[in-house]
């Protein structure tokens, strides 16, 4: 439990995001210190799905300071950036506290109070860096309470074996929904359901192009120029070998989504129906703001506008690693670097009075 020493900086969340703010904190001298609710390393990773694959190299998937190290495969797994990022924290001896759930923050004119079920901690500033996994997203669909079938999260799927010779529907055209759908339909019978017909990357086009092409186009608006380049998305399908051998095998075809949920099934557009024993839902994440509530920084949609990832409401907090809205590409192991350094960089220039 905390005593009540004030400190320049908390950083709420121990997971990418927290280690890379605590990687330029430490380099920066700041008294800092970092709660994390997990009772392990490794933030959401240790709890993706067995056979997760990166859809870029080791080495573009790297926190500041240290390079992630090589893997079999080029593609690291889920538990290569495990041990990464928990063998990263101990390398620079990060001040974290586990578990912390901290369960809100009051401003004062002393400064930010956080309250965590272990404790009070004092801020001089503040940095939620509590990403978005603990909120899983699953969309509004007519009768889904009626279903009588299975529904998982990605964020809880874990292999198919558990799904074998079952009738099952993947939800989401992102990377997750192919990566996943590729290893459930060797052992069920799968139909893919996607909003808009996926966007396939060329095979040449890996995550360390994706990523490069992303920089180049954050470089291109800094300068004010237009970027020379394809509009691919970090959202876009990376065709990871798992993912092209899906392919070979002609199943990478998705139907549009289905009308509503009966308790046997589906309901498609045109009136058919189909049984289902289970439903992935691979449609990501929203961010979990619910400890900033009494700060009064939240918008009406459970949002928190900011400037360079700086509360426009609270000038003691900065947001960091939600997404492209805190910084391009820092939801990412591999765009979380150059948004902590500038949070960073900014508290710095805060704690002296500084104009950021």
């Given at each position: ?6 400190r ?7 997971g990418?995001?927290g280690l890379?703010?605590g990687?330029?904190l ?10 994390d609710?997990?009772d392990r ?8 799905w ?10 573009m ?5 240290w390079?992630?190290p ?11 950036v ?10 620079y001896?990060?001040?974290i ?5 901290v ?5 004062s004119?002393?400064g930010?109070t956080?309250r965590?079920?272990r404790g009070?901690w004092?801020?001089?500033t503040?940095?939620s860096a509590t990403?978005g996994?603990?909120k899983?997203?699953?969309?509004p669909y007519?009768?889904?309470a009626l279903f ?6 990605s964020?809880d ?6 799904f074998e010779?079952?009738r099952v ?16 339909s060797?052992?069920a019978?799968?139909?893919?359901v996607?909003?808009q017909?996926p966007?396939?990357?060329p095979?040449?086009v890996?995550?360390?192009v994706?990523?490069e092409?992303?920089s ?9 120029r237009k970027?020379?380049l394809a509009e691919?998305s970090l959202?876009d399908?990376?065709?990871v070998?798992s993912?092209?051998e899906?392919?070979?095998l002609?199943v990478l075809?998705s139907?549009?989504p ?16 189909t049984?289902?024993d289970a439903i992935i839902?691979c449609?990501?994440f929203?961010?979990?703001l619910s400890?900033?509530?009494?700060l009064?920084v939240?918008?009406?949609d ?5 400037e360079?990832?700086?509360?426009t409401?609270e000038p003691?907090?900065?947001?960091l690693?939600?997404g ?5 590409a820092?939801?990412?192991?591999a765009?979380?670097t150059r948004?902590a ?11 002296v009075?500084?104009?950021?």
């Amino acid at each position: 439990m905390s005593g009540r020493v004030l400190r320049d900086v908390v950083v709420i969340g121990g997971g990418q995001s927290g280690l890379a703010a605590g990687y330029f904190l430490r380099r920066g001298g700041v008294d800092f210190e970092i709660l994390d609710a997990n009772d392990r390393p490794g933030g959401a990773w240790p709890d993706a799905w067995d056979s997760l694959r990166l859809f870029s190299p080791a080495s573009m998937n790297s926190l500041p300071g240290w390079p992630m190290p090589p893997c079999p495969g080029g593609y690291p797994s889920r538990d290569h950036v495990v041990d990464y990022l928990t063998q990263y924290e101990q390398r620079y001896s990060l001040p974290i506290q586990r578990p912390v759930r901290v369960r809100d923050i009051l401003g004062s004119a002393e400064g930010l109070t956080v309250r965590t079920d272990r404790g009070t901690w004092l801020a001089k500033t503040v940095i939620s860096a509590t990403g978005g996994a603990s909120k899983p997203y699953i969309p509004p669909y007519s009768g889904r309470a009626l279903f009588r079938g299975r529904q998982v999260h990605s964020s809880d799927y874990r292999s198919p074996d558990e799904f074998e010779g079952q009738r099952v529907l993947v939800v989401g055209g992102g990377n997750s929904g192919a990566q996943i759908l590729a290893e459930l339909s060797k052992v069920a019978d799968t139909a893919w359901v996607t909003r808009q017909p996926p966007r396939f990357l060329p095979d040449e086009v890996t995550g360390r192009v994706l990523f490069e092409r992303a920089s180049e186009r954050v470089r291109a608006q800094m300068e004010g120029r237009k970027p020379d380049l394809a509009e691919e998305s970090l959202g876009d399908i990376v065709m990871v070998p798992s993912v092209r051998e899906a392919r070979d095998l002609d199943v990478l075809h998705s139907v549009r989504p289905f009308d509503r949920f009966v308790s046997e099934g589906v309901v498609w557009l045109d009136g058919a129906r189909t049984a289902v024993d289970a439903i992935i839902w691979c449609t990501g994440f929203r961010p979990n703001l619910s400890h900033l509530a009494h700060l009064g920084v939240l918008t009406a949609d459970s949002h928190v506008a900011v400037e360079n990832g700086r509360s426009t409401r609270e000038p003691r907090l900065w947001l960091l690693g939600y997404g492209n809205w805190t910084g391009a590409a820092s939801a990412t192991l591999a765009g979380i670097t150059r948004s902590a350094r500038d949070t960073v960089h900014d508290i710095q220039a805060h704690l002296v009075g500084k104009r950021p």
